[in-house]
Nanobody, 111 residues
Framework: QVQLVESGGGLVQPGESLRLSCAAS????????MAWYRQAPGKERELVAR???????NYADLVKGRFTISRDNAGTTVYLQMNSLKPEDTAVYYC?????WGKGTLVTVSS
């Protein structure tokens, strides 16, 4: 089990940036990978980005070139830098590791 706590959500205008953080109770080096998912109202939860302990990353096509996932040196905090935000990025963003989920942080993109 891993405890995960997200932070950094908020209300921004289209084109602006946000950085989300996910603090984990275990290092990514012991759990292989961590990921960010999101769930918009009325939609299913979808993968946004994943980072492996090696540093390898994967992104959903919808966010490629705009979002960047990274981790700190200890591997206990994973970040999601979100640039050029669009209204369709509005969702609750969840951190995931193994079978554990955080409670989510709300990102709202609106003018």
């Amino acid at each position: 089990q891993v405890q995960l706590v997200e932070s950094g959500g908020g209300l921004v205008q289209p084109g602006e940036s946000l950085r989300l953080s996910c603090a984990a109770s275990r290092s990514i080096f012991s759990i292989n990978a961590m990921a960010w998912y999101r769930q918009a109202p009325g939609k299913e939860r979808e993968l946004v980005a994943r980072i492996y302990y090696s540093g390898t990353t994967n992104y959903a096509d919808l966010v490629k070139g705009r979002f960047t996932i990274s981790r700190d040196n200890a591997g206990t905090t994973v970040y999601l830098q979100m640039n050029s935000l669009k209204p369709e990025d509005t969702a609750v963003y969840y951190c995931n590791a193994l079978f554990s989920w955080g409670k989510g942080t709300l990102v709202t993109v609106s003018s």
